[in-house]
């Protein structure tokens, strides 16, 4: 039983890195509309939504965890976490609601018109701009678990293989 429970940590937690990486790189993407389009920048803000959920799924252990004992014993770390990460809901709500009432290509392209306002581009701006300190934190927060994740399961088992590679190469 405990060989399964660790499989299954160590696929929750591949999981984890592949679907959080995948979001990093869709952040990237959809923060500079201007090189990479319009189009791209909007269906793929969209396509985030779905990302984000699997995010939250895949967290959600931890997400029930921490709000049960939020206001009891808890150590500054978490709780800290816990409020970034509810500001980075709240504001990557507001990025997607400012800019679903201001999209150009996608929602038009389903037959959706939308009146045209400034103060949901302004909303959208703001709120992308603040996205991009509150994930600065939340990134500098798991730094430690980046690096050892990153390094557990991408750079040990690329320098395992080049090892056996080498070994059969000399052995040859």
Known sequence: MTNEVSKGAVSQTKSKLWVDVLIFIGFLIT???HTSGLAIHEW???SMIG???VHLLLNWDWIAEIT???????GGQNRINYILNWLLFIDGTLIMISGIMISEIALPLMGI???LGFAWRRLHDM???IALLLLGIH???HWNWIVNTFNKYLIQPVVRLFSAKQKKDVSL
């Open 31 to 33: 923060m500079d509309p």
């Open 44 to 46: 793929l803000s969209l």
């Open 51 to 53: 990302a984000m959920v």
């Open 68 to 74: 049960r004992r939020f206001l009891g014993k808890l």
């Open 113 to 115: 018109q939308l009146p």
């Open 127 to 129: 709120s992308a701009n």
């Open 139 to 141: 990134t500098a927060l």
